[in-house]
């Protein structure tokens, strides 16, 4: 009798290659929210309603309605990573850059980190600090 | 009508996966790992493991030290005291520090002696050197990567400080994991995902998202590919600093004995990350930042040695070897 640790090993797999060209759906944003004042705060719900606000302000209901997720969001610091389709990565980007405000006090989205592959966001170079 | 096209467009990525074997004579997973020569961060996740074995620990502690020099002029390396102390011994390898290459004047070091300078047209018009154009668009501050201590001695005149590389351990418990099969490298319907889903998944894990969104969460429907299991436990292992290409092969080496004796996990990743300022992704071919200056790649080693390797680049670089 075989027990499943003891099963004869498959085969050695065959050299293969594959290059894909634009393959990824989606671009991730690391992006976080500024206030001029202090002590503004909003819960990931509200935040994902800001962003589809300043969607709409720009490119109207339709683009409003693109597939958009927050994947991680930390109230503390107002930061997040934002999943969009690739045929959304612009229009998302403008609208974020051209928000100036959240219910009457002034903000700004600052955006970290741009890339097509999610692995790319989990750290950054230019964040290393060596002083 | 184009400029609406143009508001769809994105830069072009490039995604490289291959499957092989260690056992491979012509495998070229050392190759790839020797002549990625600038590494920020690497990324080790090993499924059903609690506790870290001895020796892969010891080598992840080890991993550094790298040096940091202020004010360092460029003709320092290149002067034959330089060139005899460091650069002949092959694993020397620096970077100028907080230089963006879309923006600045960028230098590296490579471990084969090559300088590479990347410079704006007034820099390269003052310096008279013969060079070429970038494919794709001073006296600065260093970082240097080393094997031997001497480094701190023989920039005594500087400023030069010795950090070791942040190292950040964690264990994740139920984690929903991608089955995969190690032939099937475009994945198999409703028996294995393909390598792309694997790698969007690893971004996920180390981004600490959540992988189990109901298609209807208002926040993120963002879900792990299927078809999944779940991992009773999962170990994780960043190393972020300066890395030698060399460290990396010690790494992945010990990952590929990590199947010697019985284990209840199938494979095990390890993903390495570029300076996104780096002047060079892979040998001498050119990097830039266009929007995202990534130049990263994962393997996943399988139980029987096979193995998948993704490279990936973003607009401004060539398509990895």
């Given at each position: 009798m075989w027990s499943a640790l003891e099963k004869m090993p498959a085969p050695a797999t065959t050299y293969e290659r594959i290059v894909y060209k634009n393959p990824s759906e989606h671009h991730y944003m690391k992006v976080c929210l500024e206030f001029q004042d202090r002590g503004v705060g909003l819960n990931a719900a509200q935040f994902r309603q800001l962003l589809i606000s300043a969607l709409k302000d720009l490119f109207g209901e339709v683009d409003a309605a693109l597939p958009l997720d927050i994947l991680t969001y930390e109230e503390k610091t107002l930061s997040a990573i934002l999943r969009i389709c690739s045929s959304g990565l612009v229009k998302l980007w403008s609208s974020l850059t051209l928000l100036g405000s959240y219910k009457g006090k002034k903000c700004a989205f600052r955006v970290i980190q741009v890339s097509p592959f999610l692995l790319a966001l989990s750290g950054n170079s230019r964040e290393l600090v060596l002083d | 009508m184009a400029t609406l096209r143009r508001l769809r467009e994105v830069p072009r990525h490039l995604l490289v996966c291959e499957k092989s074997n260690f056992?491979?004579?012509?495998?070229?997973h050392r190759h790839l790992v020797e002549t990625h020569y600038h590494n920020y961060r690497v990324s080790i996740l090993i499924p059903e493991c609690g506790i870290l074995s001895k020796e892969l620990k010891n080598l992840v502690m080890e991993t550094g030290p790298y040096y940091f020099v202020k004010?360092?002029?460029?003709?320092e390396l290149i002067t034959h005291d330089f060139i005899n102390t460091f650069v002949k011994k092959g694993s020397c390898c620096a970077l100028t520090y907080n230089t963006n290459i879309d923006e600045d004047n960028t230098v590296a070091l490579l471990p084969d002696g090559k300088l590479i300078l990347s410079l704006d047209k007034d820099t390269y018009e003052e310096t008279g050197l013969q060079g070429r154009p970038s494919q794709y668009s001073g006296r600065k501050i260093m970082k240097f990567s080393a094997e031997e201590s001497t480094m701190m001695s023989y920039f005594s005149n500087y400023q030069i400080q010795e950090h070791q590389p942040k190292i950040a351990l964690s264990t994740v418990t139920e984690l929903q994991c991608p089955v995969l099969q190690s032939s099937a490298l475009r994945g198999a319907p409703e028996a294995a995902c393909s390598a792309p889903e694997l790698l969007d998944w690893l971004g996920a894990v180390f981004s600490h998202a959540e992988l189990n969104n109901e298609p209807n969460n208002f926040i993120s429907t963002y879900c792990c590919p299927q078809p999944s299991t779940v991992l009773a436990k999962a170990y994780l292992c960043t190393i972020t600093g300066f890395i030698l290409p060399e460290k990396i092969c010690l790494l992945l080496e010990q990952l590929c004995h990590y199947f010697d004796e019985p284990k209840l996990a199938p494979w095990v990743t390890l993903s390495v990350q570029g300076f996104?300022?780096?002047?060079?992704?892979?040998?001498?071919n050119e990097h830039g930042f266009r929007k995202g200056g990534e130049h990263l790649y994962n393997f996943v080693i399988f139980n029987n040695q096979d193995y998948w390797l993704q490279m990936a680049v973003g607009a401004n670089d060539d398509c990895p070897p």
């Open positions: - | 056992g491979h004579d012509k495998s070229r004010n360092l002029p460029l003709h996104a300022d780096s002047p060079v992704s892979w040998r001498e």
